[in-house]
């Protein structure tokens, strides 16, 4: 899983624009782009800092209809997530699939606090036996100028097996 940068496309331009701000300060001598200049880089610092002060922790148990999937045959997987947080954070949960697996493993996190259960289909396209997991979770600030992405929970294995087809006699 690759790593996400803390700041996200919209605070990188709103820093920008924040020092663009600050130097059009100084050649146009104008002191109130100064102050937008503030504005634009201590808003996203703050968002910054809310996104990634707050300690979670949490814990992922996933029951799969059946461990043992045939190419082709589908099965849902249902994950119920422990968020242990200081208020609940609005973002997007993710379940990292194998290549072998194809499903609709992502979604908008429940705003329920404490315990929250999601469901999913997955179907079995190469055989093997294969991983799914960590649950991510994908938390930005209102304003989408900050971002956290933090990993819960093991994996668990799922094995695919080729699908049986009668022989003639």
Same mark, same amino acid.
């Given at each position: 899983m690759s790593r996400r940068r803390p700041v996200? +496309?919209?605070g990188m331009m709103a820093i +920008? &624009? $924040?020092i663009g701000? &600050?130097?059009a300060a100084n050649i146009v001598a104008a002191p109130i782009l100064l102050y937008v200049a503030l504005l634009l880089i201590l808003t996203t610092l703050f968002a910054v800092i809310a996104v990634h002060l707050p300690r979670r922790r949490g814990s992922v148990t %996933?029951?799969?209809s059946t461990d043992l999937l045939t190419? $082709?045959?589908? !099965? %849902?997987?249902t994950a119920q997530f422990d968020l242990r947080a200081a208020g609940t954070p609005h973002g997007l949960w993710l379940d990292v699939l194998p290549d072998a697996v194809v499903g609709d493993a992502s979604g908008e996190f429940?705003?329920? !606090? $404490?315990s929250s259960t999601v469901t999913y289909d997955i179907t079995g396209v190469r055989r093997g036996m294969w991983a799914i997991g960590p649950l991510v979770l994908r938390t930005t600030d209102?304003? $989408?100028? &900050?971002q956290r992405e933090q990993e819960f929970g093991d994996v668990r294995a799922v094995t695919v097996v080729p699908a049986v087809v009668p022989l003639a006699a």
């Open positions: 996200t +496309l919209q +920008l &624009a $924040g701000c &600050a130097i %996933r029951l799969i190419v $082709g045959e589908t !099965s %849902r997987v429940p705003q329920e !606090s $404490g209102p304003f $989408g100028l &900050a």
